[in-house]
């Protein structure tokens, strides 16, 4: 059901409510006082004589007799008699008093037999057939003023439909107007900022019960709601997503500057030496400053890539072309290549692997880039002749993992929980090997961003392992 259908059902519902307790209202008022103070004797007995009279009428020719005792008695107890005729109108009275009407429109005489105050006269009434039509008796009896009936009931029915129409109006109110405030509310909360439902005093959402279901008035803008709902979930992860930009941008400015400083502060000595006039500098010493600038220069451009790709990566900004490919043969290449450059020559290297081929969707440049990395972590940080073993292996679960094991020096365990951390090494450009440090960062987020997860198991002088781990696997060629 729409939310129009639903709010046209609530609204006749609670019509049909209100009609409902009115005429309920009504009806226990009426039986109330009839009890409390209608004089039932007196109208018993006023039944009982027009029923007698009715009995007694005789019409013969036109001319209406009356039992004369019966008259009697009702001039003794003040009373007064009439018949009528089927349209209405007066063929017989006794001892009808003046203000008393002599022909009753339709309705008007069940109207003054219910309001006895119009006419002052409690009224009792018998209807009979006679004459070849249909004939009415009325009796009319003095209205007691001091009980005064009618206008207490007339009292008590207005006071009853104040009554009524109040108790719809907080009916209404808390089943309509309360969830349109909270929506209202929420939406001017949404305005300050604050990105969530406003809550009661013991931190609930107003709109949901301690068992977080919605409460039974909200559930009519159950669609505003969840709208609301989406909304706000919306604009929270907008928010903690600029703050994250922020902060990742705070972050790699400072880190930019921070490890520019070092390299920069080389070019700019040699600089400031090849400038100065108190030097007089050979071609041979001008060529070795200028290599040092230029490497200086050359390790400032790759740590700006890097922070570049590291800022892509932890922000999800970085596309990835994947085609599906065989593992197998690119990590053998990979290893090919790692082997034949200068210090993968220093060490022995070896690729493995128990099956032919492993197909699996990546995007070869940066994987190769989160391989490559790994392997010349092996290569760069352990002696000369350490045996690196390769390996590529099929998982039971379908997944396959690259794993890449040495013999070397190993690390502790401090330095395993934190190897992932940037900069955790230091970057120091008078290492023969010169790397960013952001090499290991940069290979588990390229790792993850495929799907994959990496883990490191090492000992001091045991050599360390490194495995890459791909769960999901595509088989088909």
Request: charged share 20%; proline share 4%.
């Amino acid at each position: 059901m729409n939310i129009k259908r639903r709010l046209a059902w609530n609204f006749v519902s609670r019509l049909l409510l209100l009609l409902f307790i009115w005429a309920a209202l009504f009806t226990i008022v009426m039986l109330t006082f009839e009890l409390l103070f209608e004089d039932k004797p007196k109208e018993v007995a006023q039944k009982a004589s027009v029923q007698k009279i009715a009995a007694s009428t005789k019409f013969h020719s036109g001319i209406i007799e009356v039992n004369p005792q019966l008259l009697d008695s009702l001039q003794k107890n003040n009373m007064w008699l009439q018949i009528l005729n089927e349209t209405g109108k007066v063929i017989y009275s006794y001892n009808q008093p003046q203000s008393v009407p002599n022909r009753y429109a339709p309705g008007e005489l069940v109207s003054h037999y219910v309001f006895p105050a119009k006419t002052g006269y409690y009224l009792s009434t018998w209807y009979d057939t006679a004459a070849g039509q249909t004939i009415t008796w009325v009796i009319g009896a003095p209205w007691n003023k001091t009980t005064p009936w009618n206008y207490t009931v007339n009292n008590l029915w207005m006071a009853s439909i104040i009554f009524t129409v109040f108790l719809v109006a907080i009916l209404f109110g808390s089943q309509l107007g309360a969830p349109i405030l909270h929506i209202l509310s929420w939406v001017q909360t949404l305005s300050r900022g604050l990105y969530m439902e406003p809550v009661n005093r013991k931190g609930n959402p107003l709109s949901r019960t301690k068992h977080g279901r919605v409460k039974r008035s909200y559930r009519i803008y159950k669609e505003v709601i969840d709208a609301l709902n989406q909304l706000t979930d919306t604009l929270k992860k907008s928010k903690e997503e600029r703050e994250r930009l922020e902060k990742t941008r705070e972050e790699w400015m400072t880190g930019i500057s921070h490890d520019i400083k070092t390299p920069l502060s080389a070019v700019k000595g040699y600089a400031d030496m090849l400038a100065s006039q108190q030097y007089h500098w050979n071609e041979q010493e001008v060529r070795r400053f200028a290599a040092i600038i230029q490497e200086r220069s050359i390790y400032m451009e790759g740590l700006i890539e890097d922070f570049n790709l590291t800022f892509r990566l932890k922000n999800d900004a970085l596309p990835l072309h994947c085609e599906r490919g065989d593992i197998i043969e690119f990590v053998r290449e990979a290893v090919i290549d790692m082997a034949n450059t200068p210090y993968g020559k220093k060490h022995n290297i070896t690729f493995k692997s128990d099956v032919q081929t492993i197909y699996y969707s990546f995007d070869r440049k940066w994987l190769l880039r989160a391989i490559d990395n790994l392997l010349a972590n092996a290569v760069n940080h352990n002696p000369e002749n350490t045996y690196i073993q390769v390996i590529v292996e099929r998982l039971p679960n379908h997944g396959f993992q690259i794993v890449i094991r040495d013999n070397g020096i190993g690390i502790d365990e401090e330095t395993k929980l934190r190897l992932f951390e940037r900069y955790f090494r230091g970057t120091d450009t008078n290492q023969i090997y010169k790397g960013t440090g952001l090499g290991m960062a940069i290979s588990r987020q390229l790792i993850k961003a495929h799907q994959g997860n990496i883990v490191v198991n090492s000992n001091p002088n045991k050599g360390t392992e490194v495995i890459v781990r791909f769960e999901e696997q595509d088989d088909s060629k």
